[in-house]
């Protein structure tokens, strides 16, 4: 009986977050969430993420659909678990703990 070896990916296991900002508009806070987001996710996640912003006034449907109702709001929707966090993402640390960056 002959034993095989489980073939490992080459190189590393590339893991992306998948994000949804869901905001109203061009409110300030959503103005404020979009630019936090995006330093946020320029400073850790490099290229390795997907952002969806979703104006809950164009799609309210998609808002009520996910449970959105309130805004801003950004889910993490990969990897798990799911993580909604609400406001402005001002609080830097904050975002990266319910975002799981250490």
Excluded: W
Excluded at 5 to 14: E, I, M
Excluded at 37 to 50: N, Q, R, S
């Amino acid at each position: 009986m002959s034993r095989r070896k489980a073939k490992r990916p080459a190189g590393p296991v590339v893991t992306v977050a998948v994000l949804r900002l869901y905001i109203a508009d061009s409110a300030p806070n959503s103005a404020l969430a979009i630019a936090n987001l995006a330093a946020i996710c320029k400073e850790h996640f490099g290229d390795k993420f997907e952002l969806e912003i979703i104006d809950v006034l164009e799609d309210p449907q998609r808002a009520l659909a996910d449970g959105i109702i309130v805004t801003p709001s950004l889910t993490k929707v990969s990897p798990s678990p799911l993580t909604r966090i609400v406001g402005n993402l001002s609080d830097t640390k904050s975002v990266l703990h319910a975002l799981g960056i250490a």
